[in-house]
T-cell receptor
Framework: QKEVEQDPGPLSVPEGAIVSLNCTYS??????FMWYRQYSRKGPELLMY????GNKEDGRFTAQVDKSSKYISLFIRDSQPSDSATYLC?????????FGTGTRLQVFP | DGGITQSPKYLFRKEGQNVTLSCEQN?????MYWYRQDPGQGLRLIYY???????QKGDIAEGYSVSREKKESFPLTVTSAQKNPTAFYLC?????????????FGAGSRLTVL
């Protein structure tokens, strides 16, 4: 079993839709979880990170961690074509990050 | 501007040749990392370094080598022993202190073996 599992997609939604991106993880010993966005042929950039359980909101983006079910989610409200990218979840393993495979999102006008 | 610079952006290599990918950061970060990205496989850790003159193997270190002689530099050599080196290589750094291990990535280097 991979440490972080993520549906690769692709996920295709119309502009303005609410997007839900999800990951599951297998080791609950660590506290920080992160979401990165990667545009084609570019390096990933940090969107946000959360500590332990609960929600964190930043503009149109909300990150949620459910430690009881080992589930992490990223919600994007009012999605825009500029949100089209690959979204990578990651678990902080203290001295390194363990990444999921990434979900490719396409938002069409 | 603070950031991570990777070079070259594109690199072509003949089979049997070693190549070195450069990674320089001016963020004053202690920790540096090399990841490999292949379609459908996410980011896989090759090597990482928490301090100068020390580094650890990641999940796929075979066929690669690194050095960390300076805080700001962490070059990666892809040796001829790496059986399938064609990939997108990403360098990253983090402050290395307690708390969230937030990585900042470079723009990547794409290596193609001819």
């Amino acid at each position: 079993q991979k440490e972080v599992e993520q549906d690769p997609g692709p996920l295709s939604v119309p502009e303005g839709a609410i997007v839900s991106l999800n990951c599951t993880y297998s080791n609950s010993a660590f506290q920080y979880f992160m979401w990165y966005r990667q545009y084609s042929r570019k390096g990933p950039e940090l969107l946000m990170y959360t500590y332990s359980s609960g929600n964190k909101e930043d503009g149109r983006f909300t990150a949620q961690v459910d430690k009881s079910s080992k589930y992490i989610s990223l919600f994007i409200r009012d999605s825009q074509p500029s949100d089209s990218a690959t979204y990578l979840c990651a678990r902080d393993n203290t001295d390194k990050l363990i990444f999921g495979t990434g979900t490719r999102l396409q938002v069409f006008p | 501007d603070g950031g991570i610079t990777q070079s070259p952006k594109y690199l072509f290599r003949k089979e049997g040749q070693n190549v070195t990918l450069s990674c320089e950061q001016n963020l004053n970060h202690d920790a540096m990392y090399w990841y490999r990205q292949d379609p459908g496989q996410g980011l896989r850790l090759i090597y990482y370094s928490q301090i100068v003159n020390d580094f650890q193997k990641g999940d796929i270190a075979e066929g690669y080598s690194v050095s960390r002689e300076k805080k700001e530099s962490f070059p990666l050599t892809v040796t001829s022993a790496q059986k399938n080196p064609t990939a997108f290589y990403l360098c990253a750094s983090s402050p290395g202190h307690s708390g969230a291990n937030v990585l900042t990535f470079g723009a990547g280097s794409r290596l193609t073996v001819l």
